[in-house]
């Protein structure tokens, strides 16, 4: 079992930032992706941003130029940048660890974070 800690979540201005992290249980090395997903009120849960043992990035078109994600696998966390956030970035969002052989996947338990317009 992969424990997930996640942090950095809370209440922001519109056009502000935050700095979401999640440190993971296992050795980084042996995680094929990071990513973070969110859920805002009354939607389905989507993906923000993914990053893979490689360092090749994936991100929903809504958060494109605004967010970054990034990983340190000395420290086996993966970290999400947010600028220039907007009311509709509010949900809770949550830190997922993909692993390849068997494949498996794990969740944090979700961080808030509330844009204020």
């Known amino acids: 079992q992969v424990q997930l800690v996640e942090s950095g979540g809370g209440l922001v201005q519109a056009g502000g930032s935050l700095r979401l992290s999640c440190e993971a249980s296992?050795?980084?090395?042996?995680?094929?992706?990071m990513g973070w997903y969110r859920r805002a009120p009354g939607k389905q849960r989507e993906l923000v941003a993914t990053?893979?043992?490689?360092?090749?990035?994936n991100y929903a078109d809504s958060v494109k130029g605004r967010f970054t994600i990034s990983r340190d696998n000395t420290k086996s966390t993966v970290y999400l940048e947010m600028n220039s956030l907007k009311p509709e970035d509010t949900a809770v969002y949550y830190c997922?660890?993909?692993?390849?052989?068997?494949?498996?996947?794990?969740w944090g338990q979700g961080t808030q974070v509330t844009v204020s317009s």
């Open positions: 990053i893979t043992r490689g360092g090749g990035t």
């Open positions: 296992a050795s980084t090395f042996s995680i094929y992706r």
């Open positions: 997922n660890v993909e692993f390849l052989n068997p494949s498996r996947d794990y």
